[in-house]
């Protein structure tokens, strides 16, 4: 494979040294982007965009081509591991993911199987395969899969959920079916990202997004334990090189240390967390990923540009930093406000890495 020419994520990501603190986006391929809205009406639709690997290799590439990011991120959606196992996904117009099957009798969760990322995720994986070749080692690929719990939050609901009744019903009513599912969903979810760093991920995500809605308790035993299986499960290295892993907990303040000891490399942050105090706190065991709110970005210039560096500030000087929103981009950023943030951080960030910086060249 290609020897990169901008490992600087990667290196953060493993707290070494860098020049500057990386920069990449959650969702930084989407419906902000013209050329993303054009590329998915040729889809005709937004599986279609996700099952064809040439579609999603030109959409993971747009960013790239607007912004000097640091690392393209595989254009997919969490859903496809349960869409694999048989649930029937679909999008309804406005409303969201649903599913025509969702997981409520017990003979269908008994029924439940691990889905096969070389069968029916193939084209996931082939679509790895072809960003990488592209990407021509410019910057790293961020490989990703849903956490076990969020995946069956969608699984048992149906869809998205405003108070997740049904799931928490089953969570509490019979957790003996809730770790059936979590289970299944952590062994696929464990291949799923392993096949991903075979076919040319050099670092992978794990989103944890509805984590947050759970209890203390619940939380340990029905999301963070099944986080730190897939961790133990994942391959630390491939070709000899280090792949390293994100574990991203929305509402985890509360948590940080339990994330930062399940032995992922870096713990992503949401917005309501300190990243001086989420440093304090782990930031000798982890590297921190985070954690600008994205409400920032439908600012002015000089505010967009003053709170990114109140979060590079308050993160401080060192290595261990790749800088993000603290959740997704909003759809209706304006692409011209993604580029003074990531110019702005890799401007401002030299002075956090040392003296003999070389500056980094767009």
């Known amino acids: 494979m290609t020897k990169l020419k901008n490992d600087t994520l990667i290196r953060a990501l493993l707290r070494q040294p860098t020049e500057y603190t990386p920069v990449w986006l959650m969702r930084q391929a989407g419906r902000y982007l013209q050329e993303y809205n054009q590329t998915r009406s040729r889809a005709g639709s937004f599986l279609g965009l996700c099952k064809n690997p040439g579609y999603a290799t030109e959409v993971t590439l747009q960013p790239l081509a607007r912004f000097p990011l640091d690392a393209a991120i595989l254009f997919s959606d969490i ?200 440093r304090a706190r782990i930031g000798d065991r982890v590297a921190l990923q985070g954690n600008l709110d994205p409400a920032v970005l439908f600012a002015t210039e000089e505010v967009i540009q003053s709170e990114t560096e109140k979060v590079l500030a308050s993160y401080g000087k060192g290595s261990g930093h790749v800088f993000n929103l603290g959740h997704g981009i909003s759809q209706f950023t304006p692409p011209e406000a993604v580029k003074i943030l990531v110019d702005c951080v890799h401007e401002s960030s030299t002075r956090y890495h040392g003296d003999n910086v070389k500056h980094r060249a767009n």
């Open 79 to 278: 859903l496809t591991i349960p869409d694999a196992m048989g649930l029937g996904l679909y999008f309804a117009e406005g409303e969201g993911p649903k599913f025509e099957r969702p997981l409520r009798e017990e003979w269908a969760i008994r029924d439940l199987a691990v889905a096969n990322p070389g069968d029916e995720l193939r084209y996931v994986l082939d679509a790895v395969s072809e960003i990488r070749r592209a990407l021509a080692g410019s910057v790293p690929l961020i490989g990703f899969a849903g956490s076990p719990y969020t995946l069956a939050c969608y699984m048992v609901e149906g869809g998205a959920s405003d108070d997740f009744r049904t799931i928490k019903t089953m969570l509490y009513a019979r957790p003996d079916l809730l770790h059936r599912i979590l289970d299944i969903n952590a062994q696929s979810v464990t291949l799923y990202l392993n096949a991903q760093i075979e076919a040319g991920a050099q670092a992978v995500m794990i989103f944890d997004t509805w984590g947050g809605n759970l209890s203390h308790a619940a939380y340990h035993e029905f999301s963070l334990a099944y986080l730190q299986r897939i961790i133990a499960g994942l391959k630390r290295e491939h070709d000899g090189v280090r792949i390293p892993s994100i574990v991203f907990t929305k509402g985890c303040g509360n948590w940080l240390e339990d994330i930062a000891a399940i032995g992922c490399d870096a713990v992503g942050l949401d917005w309501s967390v300190d990243i001086a105090q989420a």
